[in-house]
């Protein structure tokens, strides 16, 4: 009688445990979340130029999942602390429904982590940097130059990406004085290029030879691969938990 | 005289665009040959009418940028000769074609235009006096521009699907799927359970609960006379005397 007086005080202590652990996972969830989604890298607008940002809704899940398993957490150590069946069948379904939007959450990160490649970059980059008529590719030719300005870098695999392809700018910028945009030439304190024949030519020292595809794939792949795993190992821990709880429940009687 | 003109051999990125291309400076090729006032061209002519490239008499005769097209060569370039002697301290490079500005505005002089079509070219060096030409060199490889594919050709899907996104949906679906019927399977069994008041709880359960609740069983006068389902629990206990609650 002791010992499973024992064995219930031990599950109570276990499934405390594993509540508290749940409770802070959640906050530190939501806040790398949020994290995310503030744009810290700048590449937000590519993305959504891309329409390719599930990346971003997925972020937002996991903000409010974030906090859904702190508040959940904290119902559950009071229903397991009072042994309340009502508090604990409403801690158990509420926790499912968390359960299944983190679950989206982290499978729509990994999936779409998936589908940033270089050509899709490649691409939009081609067809829309410097495009003059629809008023939304100011984002992208805004957030490429300051990308290449940044990051010391040109295009997305190299300058050659403007002499291999024909592009939006090739059509207001000629061959000739613009083999590659002025932005890829290393700048002064002006911003005007340094050496502008030495650019145009490709002479080591006066151009950015390598591309910002590191750039911006680094950034988005820690992003996404934060949500999906870290995602992950918070439900993993929470099935055990939420198993632990069901065994608990069915054995509460009125 | 007997120099090849060529490419330049530095690898790089912009020697050959799509409407330009760089050329080593010769050095030193044209000393024995040039006075001061001499002049050093380039001609410039499509690989197939090269052949048929006759040097011109004269100044006057130099066939401008704009002909390219319709005599199939130009001459472009003059500089004087000084400039490719030994000494003469200028950058390695000749870029053939950088000068926008003279295409636009169509002016007479020699012009360093864009280059209109991919090629190929060949090109030779000419020393002209003020008499006519003195010297040339040996005509060029043809010199293929680069030719820029459309980017709808580019297809921006991934080639496989990374095995991650396999493993995280798999093992979060089957996780999904074993909680969820654990969920109905305790529901239902509870469910079932009150409606047909049959043993299905464990001593340990009972007892376990009974602890937790600190609830004394009820005596059993008090009990109903028939089971039924408030409270359950209770209902199941009745047989068993009440020797365990006394521990309490």
């Known amino acids: 009688m002791a010992k499973s007086e024992d064995c219930v005080h031990i599950l109570q202590g276990l499934l405390v445990f594993g509540n508290v652990v749940i409770g802070m996972c959640g906050i530190a969830l939501t806040a790398e979340c949020i994290y995310f989604v503030s744009n810290p890298h700048g590449v937000y607008p590519l993305l959504k130029a891309t329409e390719n940002n599930d990346i971003y809704a997925a972020a937002w899940i996991g903000i409010f999942v974030g906090l859904a398993l702190f508040a959940l957490s904290i119902l559950g150590i009071i229903g397991v602390i009072k042994a309340s069946r009502t508090l604990l069948l409403v801690y158990i379904i509420l926790m499912l429904i968390t359960f299944a939007f983190e679950m989206a959450s982290c499978i729509t990160a990994a999936t779409h982590r998936d589908s940033v490649t270089p050509q899709l970059f490649l691409k939009q980059m081609l067809e829309r940097y410097q495009k003059s008529e629809p008023a939304n590719d100011i984002e992208v030719t805004k957030t490429w130059d300051e990308l290449m300005l940044q990051n010391h870098c040109c295009g997305v695999l190299g300058p050659s990406d403007w002499q291999e392809y024909t592009s939006a700018f090739r059509l207001t910028h000629s061959d000739a004085d613009y083999p590659w945009p002025r932005k890829c030439c290393v700048l002064d304190a002006q911003g005007l290029p340094v050496n502008l024949d030495g650019c145009k030519l490709g002479v080591p020292g006066y151009y950015n030879s390598n591309g910002c595809y590191d750039a911006i794939s680094g950034p988005v792949n820690t992003h996404a691969w934060g949500v999906a795993w870290f995602g992950f190992a918070i439900l993993c821990w929470t099935f055990c938990v939420l198993l632990g709880t069901m065994f608990y429940w069915s054995g509460i009687e009125y | ?248």
């Open chain 2, 1 to 248: 005289l007997p120099y090849v003109p060529h490419v330049h051999p530095m690898a790089l990125p912009g020697k050959v665009t799509a409407t330009t291309f760089a050329l080593e400076r010769p050095r030193c090729v044209f000393d024995r040959h040039a006075d001061a006032s001499d002049a050093v061209w380039l001609a410039v002519a499509f690989a197939n009418a090269s052949a048929t490239f006759r040097n011109p008499r004269s100044r006057a005769d130099v066939p401008p940028y704009k002909q390219l097209l319709t005599t199939r060569s130009y001459m472009t370039l003059e500089t004087a000769a000084a400039a490719y002697s030994c000494s003469a301290p200028t950058p390695p490079v000749l870029r053939v074609g950088g000068d926008t500005a003279c295409r636009d505005q169509g002016r007479q002089d020699p012009c360093n235009g864009p280059l209109p079509s991919p090629g190929p070219y060949r090109v030779k060096f000419l020393l002209m006096g003020c008499r006519g030409p003195k010297a040339e060199t040996l005509w060029s490889d043809p010199i293929l521009l680069r030719t820029a594919l459309s980017p709808s050709t580019i297809d921006p899907a991934p080639s496989r699907r990374g095995s991650d996104v396999v493993v995280i949906a798999s093992i979060l679906a089957s996780l999904g799927a074993v909680l969820a019927t654990a969920v109905l399977g305790a529901l239902g069994a509870k469910v079932w359970g009150s409606l047909c008041h049959q043993d299905l709880g464990t001593d340990a359960f009972t007892r376990r609960s009974y602890r937790t609740h600190h609830i004394p069983p009820a005596l059993p006068h008090s009990l109903p006379p028939s089971c039924g389902c408030s409270p359950p629990g209770l209902c199941r206990s009745a047989p068993q005397p009440p020797a365990p609650c006394q521990r309490i």
